[in-house]
T-cell receptor, first 112, second 115 residues
Framework: QKEVEQNSGPLSVPEGAIASLNCTYS??????FFWYRQYSGKSPELIMF????GDKEDGRFTAQLNKASQYVSLLIRDSQPSDSATYLC????????????FGTGTRLKVLA | DTGVSQNPRHKITKRGQNVTFRCDPI?????LYWYRQTLGQGPEFLTY????????KSRLLSDRFSAERPKGSFSTLEIQRTEQGDSAMYLC?????????????FGPGTRLTVL
């Protein structure tokens, strides 16, 4: 089992719809969780982070964390063609390290 | 611009040559990280520094790889005797000191091609 798993996609949604991106992780002691957006040929750009169970909203983005189920998700409301990118889930594992473990990313395509 | 900077942005080298990359973190960020990313994969952790101390190295970091951060500011990553399998994007990130906040901000990356 991979440490951080994401469906590679592509996930295709029509413009204006809600895109739902999912991530599971194996280390139950993981502390913090991050979502990055990566356009082709570019470096990852931080979108959101979440530490506590529940929802965290920032503009059109909502991160959801369920530590009991070891599951974190990212919702993108009112999806735009400019949201088309690969979304990377990153997990900071159990305390004592500051490194991230990344998933392979989910490619999102927003269709105009 | 106060973001993370990396140089060079692209490097093409022949197998067996040595290469060195530089990373300048965001000012006052005390942690600096190196990752490697290949096509279709997420970034893989290589190593990180807190100030000038190298605190963790991945098993991916063979003895051909060495990283330094001599004054706790910029960092260099050197690859000796490059192999074709070293071709990848090498990403540097930095994060601020303190607390649970460990948001890492990435530089533009150095794309290495080994012929």
């Amino acid at each position: 089992q991979k440490e951080v798993e994401q469906n590679s996609g592509p996930l295709s949604v029509p413009e204006g719809a809600i895109a739902s991106l999912n991530c599971t992780y194996s280390d139950r002691g993981s502390q913090s969780f991050f979502w990055y957006r990566q356009y082709s040929g570019k470096s990852p750009e931080l979108i959101m982070f979440i530490y506590s169970n529940g929802d965290k909203e920032d503009g059109r983005f909502t991160a959801q964390l369920n530590k009991a189920s070891q599951y974190v998700s990212l919702l993108i409301r009112d999806s735009q063609p400019s949201d088309s990118a690969t979304y990377l889930c990153a997990v900071n594992p159990a305390s004592g390290t500051y490194k991230y473990i990344f998933g392979t990313g989910t490619r999102l395509k927003v269709l105009a | 611009d106060t973001g993370v900077s990396q140089n060079p942005r692209h490097k093409i080298t022949k197998r067996g040559q040595n290469v060195t990359f530089r990373c300048d973190p965001i000012s006052e960020h005390n942690r600096l990280y190196w990752y490697r990313q290949t096509l279709g994969q997420g970034p893989e952790f290589l190593t990180y520094f807190q100030n000038e101390a190298q605190l963790e190295k991945s098993r991916l970091l063979s003895d051909r790889f060495s990283a330094e951060r001599p004054k706790g500011s910029f960092s260099t990553l050197e690859i000796q005797r490059t192999e074709q399998g070293d071709s990848a994007m090498y990403l540097c990130a930095s994060s601020p000191r303190g607390g649970l906040n460990n948001e890492q901000f990435f530089g533009p990356g150095t794309r290495l091609t080994v012929l």
